[in-house]
Every structure is written in C-alpha cells, then in structure tokens.
C-alpha cells in the first residue's frame, strides 16, 4: 500500500501537468489566432476601400467638386487659418500621449504585443516625419493655387 500512494500521486501531478501544458498550448493559440484574423481583417478592409477609391469614381469625382468649390470660395487667410489649425491638431507635437495611445491601439490592432521602446521610438519620429511630409505638400499646393496663399501662411506660422 505505501509503494502504490506514490504512483497515484505522481500520476495526478502528471496529469495536472499535462493538463496546464494542454491549457497554455490553447492560450497560445488563441493569441495568435487573434493575430491571423486581426491582420487577415485589416487586409480586406483596406482591398474594400482599395476597390471602393478605384471603382467608384464617380461618386469620388462628385465629392471632389463639391471639396473644390467649398474651398475656393473661402478667403486666403481663413484657408490658411485652417491649414494651420488642422496640422497643429492632428499632428501636433504637444500630444505625446495622444500619439502614444494612436500608435498603442494601431500597434495593437495589428496583433503585436505592447512594446514600450517601439512605442517611444514611433512617437518620438512618426509625428515629425507626417509634419514634414505634411508642410511640404501644403507649400506645393499653395505655391500653385495663390501666391498670396502662402505669404499669409508663412506670417501666421511664424
């Protein structure tokens, strides 16, 4: 009877461990099936606008004319006001935390596991890269829609 005690115990602390591993073997699969599916789900999202943008011009084409002309009839310094106004609002570099939490929830849609170096790193440039892309795009466009245009940006910038 005593040497039968330890075979039963050791075969229900090996089952006990069987059965965690068989546990964390399914939490680990799940965690990447998340992965899989929130990638897979961003892939066919972007296809969808992708051949929304490419087959539905016409609908494009009508929103961009009716854009145009809202903005056309607006004065120089209230379009340079606006300008302004939504590249300090969206890429401003007051708001670490608001691009710590974007980049936080886009990092997390696409299945990673939080990062916090990686994280710092993309607040740190992210944000300035999108302002340079940003400005200088502004520039071209108002360089050849009023000269005017950009001298009232740059008064207001500075």
């Not at 005593?2 to 090996?14: G, M, S, V």
């Not at 591993?21 to 699969?29: F, G, P």
């Not at 401003?92 to 935390?97: A, K, Q």
């Not at 993309?122 to 245009?149: E, G, M």
Request: hydrophobic residues 45%; aromatic residues 12%; contains cysteine.
């Amino acid at each position: 009877m005593i040497k039968e005690y330890p075979k039963t115990h050791l075969q229900k602390f090996n089952i006990g461990i069987y059965n965690e591993t068989i546990q964390l073997i399914k939490m680990h699969n799940e965690d990447r099936i998340h992965t899989i599916l929130h990638f897979s789900t961003n892939i066919i999202s972007f296809g969808i606008l992708s051949g929304y943008s490419i087959l539905g011009n016409e609908e494009l084409l009508i929103l961009n004319s009716w854009l145009q002309e809202f903005l056309y009839n607006l004065s120089d310094t209230i379009k340079a006001f606006s300008i302004l106004l939504l590249t300090d609002l969206c890429i401003g570099f007051h708001s670490p935390h608001g691009w710590e939490l974007m980049i936080g929830l886009v990092y997390k849609d696409f299945g990673f596991a939080h990062n916090d170096q990686i994280i710092s790193g993309l607040v740190s440039t992210f944000p300035v890269i999108l302002d340079t892309i940003l400005k200088y795009l502004i520039f071209r466009y108002l360089n050849r829609v009023s000269l005017s245009l950009v001298v009232i940006y740059h008064s207001m910038n500075d």
